[in-house]
């Protein structure tokens, strides 16, 4: 893969993501900035196809990424995307009210989660064997599950999510935040969603998890933030309170 095909794969990427409609030439040309023909630019996108990065779901369409190529992206082009302030501040503050409260976050963290990602999002303690989901509706409305086979898989699968994240958490790391896309997820039957997973322990030593499912179109690399910054609000005892230009550090208790 010369350079350029690498640009293009990235573009046919982030399009899709956007747009969940599969990416021709011209439409590359039109949001990005390539020196070449639209007859050049097809050309790389075959050569992407026949290599497995991308593929054509219609004779006549664009091309769309494929799990090679999803996973291309996210090791070898992905840019970090760090949570904005606006994003900080509202994981902390909802946090610090709940722990004034005296509730439990596992709930609220999978909420949270799936409020900020627009995905399905899963909070649990594993030794609790205590898990929430959130974002089921969210999830089921996007383009890629209209289909009612498709749909009927899926919703199955999640019926019974709870009971295969014990499986799940023997494939992870201590503090690893783990990217499984299609095929490679651990999780049978959502071969048509990609997973952003993470292990954590609480302030008690609980083993905790976190993950958002969603489309293999998901934003990568914001869903991995979210996951690894509610991780560190987890398993801290320290929260930040923003407050203009200042940062508070509250212990919590």
Not at 132 to 161: A, H, N, W
Not at 212 to 235: Q, T
């Amino acid at each position: 893969m010369n350079d350029r095909q690498k640009q293009i794969l990235s573009a046919v990427v982030e399009l899709y993501t956007k747009t969940a409609l599969p990416v021709g030439s011209h439409t590359l040309l039109k949001y990005f900035d390539f020196p070449v023909s639209s007859a050049t630019l097809r050309s790389d996108m075959s050569v992407l196809e026949e290599t497995g990065y991308l593929y054509q779901p219609h004779i006549s369409a664009g091309r769309i990424p494929t799990d090679a190529g999803y996973r291309m992206y996210v090791e070898k082009m992905m840019s970090e995307k760090p949570l904005s302030r606006r994003d900080q501040e509202r994981l902390q503050k909802e946090l610090l009210v709940l722990r004034a409260k005296h509730v439990r976050l596992v709930r609220t963290t999978a909420k949270l989660l799936s409020a900020l990602s627009g995905n399905l999002a899963v909070s649990g303690i594993v030794d609790r064997d205590e898990f929430y989901d959130f974002g089921i509706k969210e999830l089921i409305e996007k383009p890629e599950f209209q289909e009612m086979d498709e749909l009927c898989r899926l919703v199955e699968t999640l019926d019974s999510l709870d009971e295969k994240l014990d499986g799940l958490m023997l494939k992870l790391k201590d503090g690893e935040t783990r990217i499984f896309i299609g095929n490679e997820n651990p999780i049978a039957g959502a071969s048509n969603c990609s997973m952003v997973v993470a292990p954590y322990r609480n302030r008690e030593g609980e083993r905790g998890i976190l993950a958002i499912i969603g489309p293999k179109r998901m934003e990568y690399a914001r869903n991995k933030s979210l996951v690894e910054y509610m991780k560190k609000l987890l398993n801290t005892s320290l929260v930040m309170v923003f407050a203009g230009n200042l940062i508070y550090f509250i212990k919590q208790i």
